[in-house]
């Protein structure tokens, strides 16, 4: 019981020892300089125009609504936490600069870590630097598709599959190859 306890102690200090603390979301705003030129690759168009920019609007429908009453739920959808942990994950965050807006959906710090300290251009031109400040390394596809998955599974009141490759080819926002 103690060995036990001790356990979750270790595991708690290191998880924020770990981590980063004075990192900051700074919202999709902050990014889009940079991030929407043809040359980098237009990241922020691709994102606003898929479904991940509007997964917050997706709960302040009348179908929203009614997909959380029959989850039981008595509060509408875009004000009840389960939903919101999905459509608008940094909902509750408090390490958010002026700037971020959590009903701006599945933005990019959701799936890049916030970006504060990495947003920098000579920090974001080197990757090594970049995740030393606290950008998300996924190190191959199957870390990217667990990520997908924290989302796109079976808690998902409205979940019809999820297949990575289908649905990757869908969101992705590659730099295009010089030369
Ligand atoms: C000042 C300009 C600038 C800003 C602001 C900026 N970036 Fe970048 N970012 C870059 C450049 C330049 C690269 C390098 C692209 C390349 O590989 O040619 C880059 C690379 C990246 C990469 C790929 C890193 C890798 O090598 O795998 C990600 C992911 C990224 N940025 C996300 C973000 C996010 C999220 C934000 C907002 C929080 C942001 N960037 C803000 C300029 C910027
Ligand atoms: C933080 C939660 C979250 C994460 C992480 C996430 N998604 Fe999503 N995704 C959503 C939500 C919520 C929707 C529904 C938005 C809507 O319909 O407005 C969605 C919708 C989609 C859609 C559109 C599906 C359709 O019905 O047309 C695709 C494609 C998609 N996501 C791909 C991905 C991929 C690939 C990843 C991993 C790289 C990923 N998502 C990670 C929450 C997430
Ligand atoms: C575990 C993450 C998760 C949770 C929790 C979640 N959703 Fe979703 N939601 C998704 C994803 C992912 C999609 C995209 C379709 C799919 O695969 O389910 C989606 C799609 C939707 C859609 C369809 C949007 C469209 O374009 O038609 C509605 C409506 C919706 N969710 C409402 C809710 C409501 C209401 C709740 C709370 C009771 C909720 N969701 C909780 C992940 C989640
Ligand atoms: C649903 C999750 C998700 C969202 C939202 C998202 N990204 Fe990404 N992005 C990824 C993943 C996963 C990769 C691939 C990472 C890798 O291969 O290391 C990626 C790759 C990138 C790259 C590098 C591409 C390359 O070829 O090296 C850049 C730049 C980038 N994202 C910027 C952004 C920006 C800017 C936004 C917001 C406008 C954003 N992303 C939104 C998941 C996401």
Same mark, same amino acid.
Do not use: D, L, M, S
């Given at each position: 019981m $103690? +060995?036990?306890s001790l356990g $979750?102690? =270790?595991l708690f200090l290191f998880t924020f020892s770990a981590l980063p603390a004075q990192n900051k979301f700074v919202g999709t705003k902050m990014?889009?300089?940079c991030h929407r030129t043809e040359k980098q690759g237009k990241q922020m168009d $691709?994102?606003?125009k898929s479904p991940h920019a509007s997964a917050y609007k997706a709960l302040t =429908? !009348? +179908?929203a609504n009614e997909v959380a009453k029959q989850k039981g739920f008595t509060t509408p959808a875009a004000e009840t936490a389960e939903c919101l942990s999905c459509?608008?994950?940094e909902h509750a965050a408090k390490n958010v600069e002026k700037s971020f807006n959590a009903q701006e959906g599945v933005q990019c710090e959701t799936c890049h870590g916030a970006g504060s !300290?990495? +947003?920098t251009i000579t920090i974001m031109k080197d990757r090594a630097k970049s995740i030393a400040a606290g950008m998300t390394e996924y190190k191959d596809a199957a870390a990217i598709e667990a990520k997908c998955r924290t989302c796109h599974n079976e808690k998902s009141p409205t979940f019809k599959g999820f297949n990575f490759e289908e649905y990757w080819n869908k969101i992705k926002h590659p730099v295009p190859k010089a030369g």
């Open positions: $103690i +060995k036990q $979750i102690v =270790t990014c889009a300089p $691709i994102w606003q =429908t !009348a +179908k459509h608008a994950p !300290a990495y +947003k």
